[in-house]
């Protein structure tokens, strides 16, 4: 499967405790973004990289959030001190900038529960 | 504010009609609109997409209209199959633009009946 990959799918954590994301891209792709999505909303944009450079945060993230992808490849999204707010699904999408439009792929998500 | 916006949180429609999901959208810099299906637990799965140069974009069952002087955009699904229930999704993003991020609506659940 060359699709868009997530580890873990689920998590559940104890607030307080950190937590750490992987994604692993469609190999080409140059670009990564991390989506949270909440029920009954859509998904809202945290950050995202060109190769290996992160260009830009949303507000959403606070300061506990971070987020990487050293090599360009995969990416990891780390939450420090979890909060129950926190609680959401973590989606990643991938795509492929040179192109006039640009379409993102997305794994299957991760889901976190912070009790 | 919610740039896009699909106002019918749930349809019902029998199998082999048609199914449409509507979206309307108030940001004019978009210039990109795709529909995502969404199963539950899942990600998004992309369906099909239109650029704001073209008014109709097909792919077997599904086809994407485009009213730009509306600001409203449809997907059908010609003829519905149960397979088809989801949550569907119109996202927007500008393009011209370097952050060429999707603004999502709140989505569309589709149930198709037997």
């Known amino acids: 499967d060359t699709g868009v990959s997530q580890d873990p799918r689920h998590k559940i954590t104890k607030r307080g405790q950190n937590v750490t994301f992987r994604c692993d891209p469609i190999?080409?792709?140059?670009?990564l973004y991390w989506y949270r999505q909440t029920l009954g909303q859509g998904p809202e944009f945290l950050t995202y990289?060109?190769?290996?450079?992160?260009?830009?945060k949303s507000r959403l993230l606070s300061d506990r959030f971070s987020a990487e992808r050293p090599k360009g490849s995969f990416s990891t999204l780390e939450i420090q001190r979890t909060e129950q707010g926190d609680s959401a699904m973590y989606l990643c999408?991938?795509?492929?900038?040179?192109?006039?439009?640009?379409?993102?792929?997305f794994g299957p998500g991760t889901r976190l529960l912070v009790l | 504010d919610q740039q896009v916006k699909q106002n019918s949180p749930s349809l019902s429609v029998q199998e082999g009609r048609i199914s449409i999901l509507n979206c309307d959208y108030t940001?004019?810099?978009?210039?990109?609109f795709l529909w995502y299906k969404k199963y539950p637990a899942e990600g998004p799965t992309f369906l099909i997409s239109?650029?704001?140069i073209k008014d109709k974009n097909e792919d077997g069952r599904f086809t994407v209209f485009l009213n730009k002087s509306a600001k409203h955009l449809s997907l059908h699904i010609v003829p519905s199959q149960p397979g088809d229930s989801a949550v569907y999704f119109c996202?927007?993003?500008?393009?011209?633009?370097?952050?060429?991020?999707?603004?999502w609506g709140l989505g569309t659940s589709l149930a198709v009946n037997p």
């Open positions: 996202a927007a993003s500008n393009n011209a633009g370097n952050n060429r991020k999707l603004i």
């Open positions: 239109i650029s704001s």
């Open positions: 940001n004019s810099m978009f210039d990109y």
């Open positions: 999408a991938s795509s492929l900038v040179y192109t006039s439009v640009e379409t993102q792929y």
């Open positions: 990289f060109q190769n290996e450079a992160q260009l830009e």
């Open positions: 190999s080409e792709h140059n670009r």
